[in-house]
């Protein structure tokens, strides 16, 4: 449980991409900063617009909202996973601007996390955290510009360069930097910035939420009756290039032939959406195996991972995802169900030295559906790897012990600073 630490402070949280309790989106800076203000703290969070409900009532170009207990200003910056290079640079640039405005009518903050991606909200944080003469701790959520180098999402050199350069002011400037995996903090240190101001910090377990008494898997399956009675493969966020979720169609397709009753279920939306939908169709499963069901409600997601056999998360076969913290893993943990994964790197290793879940292969879609179906013909199998991801969530990856973590980190950067300036 989180303790009150001695000192109390206000917290000053920049992240784009905020998604409220009731958008679809990573629920970390809201997991967190509720539990913060649990333990003593104020936390005051700056965003954009972009992830909210279209029913939000948003009449200003600066929106003020008090989410349970975090005072968040919303600016009215659009985004989606859709966007192209160029829209993206926009929105993110709009956004770092207008958060430095909206800044000025926050007062006595303590310490500025800045939380990426984008890499740009560096560019605020530092401007605001040197006009309060606080500390800047800056949360590495991605290795960037590697990751859009490495899909060449970034190939003009002047771009490279300009990002390598943002990315080194960014780690220059921070007092301490939360990485999101022992990967991650590797590449950082690589880069020259000490050791011992990183902390690892993953994505979380919300075990209280996956599995409160008002989670129901009957909730899930009477909306969707086709599933009732077929065990099924989940998988449940953003539909991007770096997902490659057209691979479980592929999966799809081979299982038809191995289990025609076992099927495949993608939750969420994204640039390659319909990219999806086409290679399902062309796989002949698309509403027969293999179900796109858009984006649901954060409040939803439970039932579905309740009513889910085995959850997935997926990447494309790139070296550079191995190093990634992807909220689907840590859910699967939560909900205690088993994990199956298609990439290497640390989760894999969790995997491979304990009973939570399955690897298959990143590009064998056949051996990836006789692995699936082999798991789900050893029901007592499943239930041992259920237990295994549930004893995990709570003993290694509890929200409340990571939040109380990430609270240390944002504590220790105040109190050397006054050191300092004692």
């Known amino acids: 449980m989180i303790t009150i630490l001695r000192l109390a402070m206000h917290i000053l949280l920049l992240r784009q991409h905020f998604a409220p309790p009731s958008a679809a989106g990573s629920g970390r ?18 965003t954009s617009t ?36 160029l829209r ?40 605001i955290a040197k006009r309060f003469g606080c500390p800047m701790v800056f949360e590495v959520r991605d290795l960037w510009p590697e990751m859009p180098i490495a899909v060449g999402a970034l190939r003009s050199p002047l771009l490279k360069y300009v990002a390598r350069k943002l990315e080194q002011y960014a780690y220059r400037n921070s007092d ?29 377990s919300d075990v209280e939420r996956f599995r409160h008494e008002s989670v129901s898997a009957a909730h899930f399956l009477q909306r969707f009756p086709m599933l009732e ?51 399902a169709r062309r796989c002949e499963v698309l509403d027969d195996n293999f179900f796109m069901l ?24 790139i070296p550079e995802m191995n190093k990634n913290s992807a909220n689907k893993f840590f859910d699967a943990l939560a909900a205690a169900k088993p994990i199956m994964i298609n990439y290497q790197g640390w989760q894999a290793r969790l995997i491979e030295g304990n009973d939570i879940g399955i690897h298959v292969p990143a590009k064998d879609p056949i051996e990836s559906a006789r692995r699936i179906s082999r798991l789900l013909d050893e029901p007592a199998r499943l239930v041992q790897l259920s237990q295994g991801a549930g004893k995990m969530g709570v003993e290694r990856f509890s929200v409340d012990e990571l939040s109380a973590r990430a609270l240390d980190v944002l504590e220790m950067s105040i109190k050397v600073q006054r050191e300092k300036t004692a």
Not at 65 to 85: E, L, M, R, T, W
Request: proline share 6%; hydrophobic share 45%; charged share 20%.
């Open 176 to 204: 301490r930097i939360i990485a999101l995996s022992p990967g991650m903090a590797s590449g950082i240190v690589a880069l020259g910035y000490p050791e011992r101001r990183i902390t690892v910090v993953p994505n979380s």
């Open 50 to 85: 972009a992830k909210f409900p279209a029913e939000t009532e948003l009449n200003q170009k600066v929106n003020h909202f008090d989410i349970d207990g975090i005072q968040v200003v919303a600016v009215d910056v659009k985004y989606h996973n859709s966007y192209g290079f």
């Open 294 to 317: 858009g984006s649901l409600p954060k409040q939803d997601i439970p039932d579905a991972f309740a009513a889910a056999t085995i959850c997935c998360s997926l990447f494309v076969n």
């Open 88 to 127: 993206r640079i926009w929105s993110f640039m709009s956004f770092a601007k207008q958060c430095v405005n909206a800044a000025k009518q926050v007062k006595d903050v303590d310490v500025v996390l800045g939380s990426s991606t984008p890499l740009t909200v560096a560019l605020p944080a530092v401007k």
């Open 29 to 46: 800076p809201y997991e967190m900063a509720t539990r913060w203000i649990k333990a003593g703290h104020r936390v005051t969070l700056i």
């Open 229 to 279: 009675g077929r065990p099924f493969v989940l998988y449940a966020g953003t539909l991007g290039k770096l997902n490659g979720v057209e691979y479980l169609a592929e999966i799809a397709h081979e299982m038809k032939s191995i289990n025609p009753k076992v099927a495949f279920v993608v939750l969420g939306d994204g640039a390659r959406s319909e990219i999806v939908r086409r290679v």
